[in-house]
């Protein structure tokens, strides 16, 4: 919504029509002779080498597979084995001209593309930088295997230890590259540029987004591939991802070297089938699926359908497209065309194709068509190619020798170490900074109005006769998140944050007012209503060094942003091996007087989600103290923030909100009140309501609860609860999560466990009410509210004189509705 983009109704109403320009398709037409100018004969033999071990590679695991032996060598890999044999020239075209400093990305099929860049990277690396990179990855361990029995040069040394690591981590070995955590479809090697392959369809894309946008804000160099299946072009998150990375803002509103288009190549591996779904004709309607650059933006992102059963014509394509990324006319979309020989899986039977077409298609095998082409043109003789034939699968065999023996290739100990994947789980660093140079700003923090404005406020609630100040006057919730955002995006340069209204309207709840100010384009930005790509992309940008702010604008919105919240967020750290931070701090504030759709608290959903850092403040000093802390670390923290005390002012820290930096370690609740008959830990907003709740069970039965605010929810330290416990001997759980399966209902099953010989009755939940979230005008029927807390203690814990209930806690009236399903 920038002001400077004046939306002329004259112009938007003219007639006119949208004019589409021709999409190239198979257009390469060049002779093997021909390209003899632009490639040395031994550059030519090294793409059939390149493509013949993938091919070996790819075969020998589906021999594995489906008869559990290769080359006499024997055993069962019970593991997922997607194979890409047939697709082998459209991997190694893809990686040809790739530096290290261009970064790739996959999909589930990806052990071909893992190699051709592996390969690529190891013949344009200098011995020294080999040798450097084997022997600093997990302290050479890897390249202590492979170094036995070697002989030849470094670069021979390389390709066993990148055969090897891959191998390794498909079998689930701790010398694999991500420490056997990763496997087949998930396997990835950094230092080679082969970034995270994804099991999710689709997954890799809008991750490959913020990889993309990670070097443009960042100014480092190299392009980024997305290779993604032809069918997942149905996916949301792709569709949203090409979105993102179109953003006309890239080209009209950010300024200065950064303005242009992301490097990014969205590389369709067209091989025409998704699983079992034959993509043309059957399941999409596309045809050909260059054809979806034409509805992107006004390049039609330079679409093009390349031949990829012919290495030199996707090898031109990737020159071409890399002089479009140079330019920064980014993003382009290119469609290679290829196809697998073998079925989804090796289970997989392709009964639902026929066998005349996968023999026509193995008639122009990719493989063999090339080596005849180089036979013929005389580069080299046939005894040339079964030489380097022997050769790769004299390799394989070594290679699988030593990943499935036991003593040189272990798996993790789990009975000597139980936790050691539990260790991997979160990294738990401190780091203030991603990037060791100077943020980007537009003027001194100090000069920023919203601060001068906040430094006026009263950053305790309450005078010195105990008399709140006006709500104006008052240090709020929302300006202390404001103070730690702001404060780090002075400190670390690589700090970004984005979603829907964020930039001019200041965020929708008014957190951002004051930093469209101080912050430059590139830094703090509106994206489109695109909650999985708002998501997605922060997970790119954070696995290549960056720290991201992605905000969902409400808590019902996770839904759109499902698959990157749960399967790809908290998973990339323990599957990396641990290699990989994922400093994402997601903004998700939780609503109300709005309705079904947006006014529930989903805290329950991400919490039950290993690898995530949930919290929930309900305080300024805490919202202050507990977003520096996320920031300061290394970990993904979905981070609540209710709607209904944006505004709420300090009333628990009699110092005030200090105007300095400091940070509350995630995990550790804190005693708001003080009491002695009974203990209730509250979740986000609730805690105003349990200390309604206090007051009228002190001022009329005379009982006394001491308020425990929880804050975080993962991790979650119990001593202050159990220690509470012990002087009340009873307990109640609130929030404003549905009662039916929310953490609350976790948080009562480990207090029980933990405090048991201190209850002198079971913890007691009072979440919402199992329905949908009414209008306003009703809430207070749905949610937890005072009185629902006092009769939870009068019919469940405690009788307290004189008290009539109007909530029914009984169990008989629990028996109902869970008969009912409310």
């Known amino acids: 919504m920038p002001k400077s983009q004046f939306i002329d109704p004259k112009e938007a109403r003219k007639k006119g029509e949208i004019k589409f320009s021709p999409i190239p398709v198979n257009q390469y037409n060049r002779s093997l002779s021909e390209e003899r100018k632009n490639f040395s004969d031994n550059d030519l033999i090294r793409i059939y080498h390149d493509m013949r ?5 790819e075969e020998m695991l589906n021999l594995i597979k489906t008869t559990g032996e290769y080359q006499g060598i024997k055993y069962n890999h019970p593991g997922p084995a997607h194979l890409s044999i047939g697709q082998e020239a459209a991997a190694v075209g893809m990686a040809y001209t790739l530096t290290v400093d261009d970064f790739i990305f996959g999909s589930h099929r990806s052990h071909g593309e893992i190699l051709a860049k592996g390969l690529s990277a190891i013949h344009q690396l200098t011995e020294a930088h080999l040798i450097k990179i084997m022997e600093e990855f997990f302290n050479g361990a890897i390249l202590k295997v492979v170094q036995k029995n070697h002989e030849g040069d470094v670069k021979s040394l390389a390709r066993r230890f990148l055969v090897y690591g891959t191998l390794a981590e498909i079998f689930a070995r701790e010398t694999g590259f991500n420490r056997g955590l990763g496997g087949s479809m998930h396997a990835f090697f950094t230092p080679f540029g082969v970034y995270p392959n ?8 809008d991750i490959s987004v913020g990889a993309a946008l990670y070097k443009k804000v960042n100014r480092k160099p190299g392009l980024v591939v997305a290779n993604i299946g032809d069918a997942s072009m149905a996916c949301g998150p792709v569709w949203e991802s090409l979105s993102f990375a179109s953003m006309d803002q890239f080209t009209q509103l950010w300024e200065g070297d950064i303005k242009g288009g992301l490097p990014l190549i969205i590389n369709i591996m067209n091989n025409q089938y998704g699983m079992g779904g034959q993509t043309c004709g059957e399941t999409m309607g596309y045809g050909k699926a260059a054809r979806i650059g034409a509805g992107v933006n006004e390049d039609q992102m330079h679409a093009e359908r390349v031949d990829g059963y012919n290495p030199l014509a996707v090898i031109n394509a990737y020159k071409r ?11 382009v979309l290119l469609e290679i065309l290829t196809y697998r020989f073998s079925g989804h899986s090796p289970s997989d039977a392709s009964s639902y194709r026929s066998k005349e077409e996968i023999e026509a298609w193995q008639q122009q095998d990719c493989v063999f068509n090339y080596a005849n082409n180089l036979i013929a043109e005389g580069i080299c003789k046939k005894q040339d190619i079964k030489a380097i034939d022997n050769d790769i699968i004299e390799l394989m065999k070594e290679m699988l020798q030593l990943s499935i023996d036991e003593s040189v290739s272990p798996r993790m100990n789990m009975n000597d170490h139980p936790d050691q994947i539990g260790d991997m789980i979160f990294s738990d660093e401190s780091i203030e900074k991603m990037d060791n140079r100077d943020p980007e700003v537009l003027m001194p923090l100090a000069d920023n109005p919203r601060v001068k404005q906040i430094s006026r406020k009263e950053r305790f609630a309450f005078d010195n006769n105990g008399e709140p100040f006006s709500k104006m006057k008052q240090y709020q919730l929302r300006d202390g998140i404001f103070e730690a955002i702001a404060d780090r995006f002075y400190k670390d340069p690589t700090l970004i944050a984005y979603g829907e209204e964020n930039r001019d309207w200041g965020g929708a709840f008014a957190v951002y007012r004051g930093l469209t100010e101080a912050l430059p384009y590139h830094r703090l930005f509106n994206s489109p209503i695109a909650e999985g790509a708002i998501v997605g992309v922060a997970i790119g940008y954070a696995m290549c060094g960056g720290r991201v702010i992605p905000e969902i604008m409400y808590c019902d919105f996770l839904g759109r942003s499902g698959d990157e919240v749960f399967n790809q967020l ?8 641990n290699l990989i931070k994922m400093p994402v701090t997601l903004r998700v504030s939780v609503g109300s007087k709005y309705g079904a759709q947006h006014s529930q608290d989903w805290t329950s959903l991400v919490a039950h989600i290993p690898g995530l850092k949930v919290v929930f403040p309900a305080t300024p000093y805490d919202a202050k103290g507990l977003m520096n802390s996320a920031l300061q670390g290394t970990d993904p923290v979905i981070f609540f923030e209710s709607q209904r005390i944006y505004d709420i002012g300090e009333q628990f820290h009699q110092q005030g909100v200090p105007e300095e930096y400091y940070e509350i370690p995630l995990g550790e ?4 009140k003080e009491g002695s008959d009974v203990t ?3 979740v986000g907003a609730t805690l105003y309501r349990a200390l309604d709740a206090a007051k009228m069970l002190e001022e009329k039965y005379n009982f006394s609860a001491e308020i425990i605010d929880a804050r975080s929810l993962v991790p ?3 001593e202050k609860v159990i220690e509470s416990i012990k002087k009340t001997g009873r307990i109640i759980i609130t929030g404003d999560a549905n009662s039916r399966g929310s953490f609350l209902n976790d948080f009562a099953s480990n207090i029980t466990d933990l405090a048991f010989d201190y209850l002198d009755a079971p913890p007691v939940v009072v979440g919402s009410r199992n329905w949908i979230t009414p209008a ?3 809430e207070d029927s749905f949610f937890p509210q005072p009185h629902w807390i006092i009769d939870a203690i009068h019919q469940k814990i405690v009788p307290l004189q004189g008290h009539e209930s109007k909530e029914k806690f009984d169990d008989a009236t629990k028996i109902e509705r869970n008969k009912k399903g409310v």
Do not use: C, T
């Open 776 to 778: 306003h005008e009703l």
């Open 680 to 682: 209730i830990l509250s």
């Open 570 to 577: 908290p998973k990339w750290q323990a599957m990396s091996g």
């Open 716 to 718: 979650f330290n119990y």
């Open 198 to 205: 994804n099991a999710i369809v689709g997954g890799s894309a």
């Open 53 to 57: 071990l993938i091919r070996e590679f």
């Open 321 to 331: 497209k890399k002089e479009i990324l140079n330019e920064k006319k980014g993003p």
């Open 669 to 672: 609740p804190d005693i708001k």
